[in-house]
């Protein structure tokens, strides 16, 4: 499924398998969950991808040379010798690629990736469970490690990251409340089922103060309503890569030793920090099917707030 000029639908076309380059392993894509990045791509809120473009970051498949099944995560490539990428952080590399945006993704029969960025698919998970793993988790896990020992946690919008990271921060004794858009019952459910101990709107109130948020949904707005609700010492996290604007909010809101910060693509050490955890952790994850050729369908079902969890692509090469 091809993107040739943001704003216009996908469209299916027949290439020829890509041969992988130097580094490159060639994959039999079995599965590939949809982001709402890939949605920010197609709608144009992320200016100058790759066109034609086939996106998707979520790939989960098989090396067609020796049957290892690896995932293919956001993060592309890093150059190594940047001044990001000498001190560890190739999240934040000057020349990066990634995966889905500048160079050709994973809604497709088969994709190449740099062996040096996938990473092992963990045991236990089918291609359709551990595709969300690869950027709903990974970039979650690293909003998650930024709340550093917070025990009560504020989730806003309750998808596909959110569904992940709450399993995860109640196995770690933490105490999760869930923010879902107003009237949403699935996202409620959903949560409460994930082990929330309270979910309501992103209006409301919870029942105790929180000591850190995380916010999933790209509303600018929620930074304010997060700050509010965030104790002193307490931080907020902006978990993704597009938000609309944040509007003004008085200082005393940060005062108190609040800090507001963004997470910005992963590295490969959070790919193993997750995965490590999930050997005394299995995540269960709600997931919508599509095949290849119905992509539009998912994305305007995510477009459209359709999709409780998410979104993932069935593909069989």
Not at 117 to 137: I, K, N, Q, R
Not at 140 to 155: I, K, P, S, V
Request: charged content about 25%.
């Amino acid at each position: 499924m091809v993107l040739h000029r943001q704003r216009e639908p996908l469209r299916l076309e027949e290439r020829p398998v890509p041969k992988p380059d130097e580094n490159q392993i060639l994959i039999r894509v079995e599965a590939c969950a949809v982001c709402r990045t890939d949605l920010h791509i197609v709608d144009g809120d992320l200016a100058g991808p790759k066109l034609p473009l086939v996106p998707g970051h979520q790939i989960a498949g098989v090396v067609e040379a020796t049957g290892e099944r690896v995932g293919v995560p956001w993060l592309a490539w890093a150059c190594g010798r940047c001044r990001y990428c000498a001190r560890g952080l190739e999240n934040l590399c000057e020349n990066a690629r990634f995966t889905g945006y500048t160079v050709d993704g994973g809604f497709a029969d088969y994709a190449v990736a740099d062996e040096r960025f996938c990473v092992p698919l963990p045991d236990g998970y089918d291609a359709g469970e551990a595709s969300p793993l690869l950027c709903g988790g990974l970039i979650g896990f690293r909003a998650y490690r930024f709340t550093g020992e917070a025990r009560r946690l504020g989730f806003f919008g309750f998808g596909s990251s959110a569904q992940i990271l709450a399993q995860i921060a109640v196995a770690d004794g933490r105490t999760v409340f869930a923010f879902t858009r107003q009237g949403d019952e699935a996202a409620r459910r959903l949560a409460m089922e994930c082990g929330a101990a309270w979910a309501g709107g992103a209006g409301e109130t919870p029942p105790e103060a929180l000591d850190a948020a995380i916010i999933f949904a790209p509303a600018g707005e929620l930074v304010v309503t997060a700050l509010r609700l965030v104790e002193k010492g307490g931080v907020v996290v902006c978990a993704g890569i597009h938000m609309s604007d944040i509007p003004s909010f008085p200082y005393e809101l940060l005062w108190g030793e609040r800090s507001l910060r963004s997470v910005a693509n992963l590295t490969r050490d959070d790919g193993r920090a997750l995965f490590e955890r999930l050997t005394t952790l299995r995540i269960r994850t709600r997931r919508t099917a599509f095949p290849l050729e119905r992509a539009n369908d998912a994305l305007d079902a995510l477009r459209s707030g359709a999709i409780t969890g998410t979104a993932v692509l069935e593909i069989a090469a």
